[in-house]
């Protein structure tokens, strides 16, 4: 089967929800909180060796939306979803079933703060609704 594949549409959902990420993890929003729930992950590090990281942290997310909206994508295409209840549907079984069930593992096996868990899975799950927002309104 072919499929005709915009993007356009998938890198704009890409930066879309690069943006949201930005500013959700921004020191106003979640920012501070989730630095001091990380359990000292920047501890002994220099300003200069924090910013590479999060300049490769960036890079990743980056990559890590195309793949995110690309996944998305076929899936609307593949299932043929047209309508806001189909299309929000597959944004929250996609979320709840790879991207909070992942969250909740990691986080608990590092031995970290479940309230991490809050912070991440809705920022996931808001990054899904917008990427396919995104898509849908290009498509």
Known sequence: MYYNVNLLAILAASIGSFILGWVWYSPKVFGT???????????????????????????????????????????????RAGSVSQLMTISFLTWAGFSLSGIAVDTFWKGLSPKLIIIDGFFGLFSNVLMMFILILIL
């Open 33 to 79: 909180v989730y630095r001091k729930l990380q359990k000292n992950m920047y501890e002994g590090q220099t300003p200069e060796e924090t910013k590479k990281h999060m300049i490769r942290g960036s890079l990743v997310m980056i990559l890590a939306g195309l793949v995110q909206a690309a996944v998305l994508y076929f899936l609307v295409l593949i299932t």
